[in-house]
C-alpha cells in the first residue's frame, strides 16, 4: 500500500535554529498538510497546500514557518527560528482530492525537540 | 464551544465489552465526519468515515446525529489491540467555510484482560 513518508523520525535542535522537516506524498496525491501535536495534546491543522500555493493556514502558522514543494516528489516544513514551544510531533498528510469524503494519508511523524 | 470535542477518558474495560464514544461538533454546517485511531506517538490512521445512514465494519459501528450534532463510535467484543486512542475528525468544523478536517482531543480506550 502507498505511503506518506517523513524524515527525520527525530529531529534535536536549539533554541532559535532552522529546521527543515521532509516528507515524501503519495505519488498521485494533489492536496497535502501538515498538522502537529504537542505532547498529550490534540493534532493542530498546520497549513495545507495545492497546485504549488499554501491553501490554507492556520493561526499557528506564522511567519516562522514556511512550506515548499522543491521538486515533483518532496514537501517541507521550514521552521526558521525555532522556539522551545515548537517541540512537538509534526505530521505530514495527503489525500487525492479536496472531496468531503476523501480521507488523509498520514506520515509517521517528525518528532522535533527544541532545547 | 470547542470545534470538536471528545471526552478523553479512559474508558477503561475488560476484554469482550462494548464500549461507545461520543463526539460533538459546534458547526451545523459540517459536511464529513471520520473516526481515526491513534497508537501511542504513531500517526493517525483512518479506522472508518461516518455515513448518514449510519455504517457498520465488522466489530466498529459509526452513527451520526445531525439534530444533536454529534458522532458516535461503538466497539463491540473489545480485544487487547483495541486499545488506543479514537479520533473523531470534521471537516468543515470551523465556522467561515474551512473544510480543513479538525480533530477533537481523542478518548483514551484500554482493554485489560
Known amino acids: 500500500e502507498p505511503e506518506v513518508t517523513q524524515t527525520p523520525s527525530h529531529q534535536v535542535t536549539q533554541m532559535g535554529q532552522e529546521v527543515i522537516l521532509r516528507c515524501v506524498p503519495i505519488?498521485?496525491?494533489?492536496?497535502f498538510y501538515w498538522y502537529r501535536q504537542i505532547l498529550g495534546q490534540k493534532v493542530e491543522f498546520l497549513v495545507s497546500?495545492?497546485?504549488?500555493?499554501?491553501?490554507?493556514k492556520s493561526e499557528i502558522f506564522d511567519d516562522q514557518f514556511s512550506v515548499e514543494r522543491p521538486d515533483g516528489s518532496n514537501f517541507t516544513l521550514k521552521i526558521r527560528s525555532t522556539k522551545l514551544e515548537d517541540s512537538a510531533m509534526y505530521f505530514c498528510?495527503?489525500?487525492?482530492?479536496?472531496?468531503?469524503?476523501?480521507?488523509?494519508?498520514f506520515g509517521s511523524g517528525t518528532q522535533l525537540s527544541v532545547l | 464551544r470547542k470545534e470538536v470535542e471528545q471526552d478523553p477518558g479512559p474508558f477503561n474495560v475488560p476484554e469482550g465489552a462494548t464500549v461507545a464514544f461520543n463526539c460533538t461538533y459546534s458547526?451545523?454546517?459540517?459536511?464529513?465526519f471520520f473516526w481515526y485511531r491513534q497508537d501511542c506517538r504513531k500517526e493517525p490512521k483512518l479506522l472508518m468515515s461516518?455515513?448518514?445512514s449510519g455504517n457498520e465494519d465488522g466489530r466498529f459501528t459509526a452513527q451520526l446525529n445531525r439534530a444533536s450534532q454529534y458522532i458516535s463510535l461503538l466497539i463491540r467484543d473489545s480485544k487487547l489491540s483495541d486499545s488506543a486512542t479514537y479520533l473523531c475528525?470534521?471537516?468543515?468544523?470551523?465556522?467561515?467555510?474551512?473544510?480543513?478536517?479538525?480533530f477533537g482531543r481523542g478518548t483514551s480506550l484500554i482493554v485489560h484482560p
Open positions: 505519488s498521485n496525491h494533489l492536496y
Open positions: 497546500f495545492y497546485n504549488n500555493e499554501i491553501s490554507e
Open positions: 461516518v455515513y448518514s
Open positions: 498528510a495527503s489525500s487525492e482530492t479536496w472531496d468531503m469524503g476523501e480521507k488523509l494519508f
Open positions: 458547526n451545523s454546517a459540517s459536511q464529513s
Open positions: 475528525v470534521v471537516k468543515g468544523a470551523q465556522t467561515g467555510g474551512s473544510y480543513i478536517p479538525t
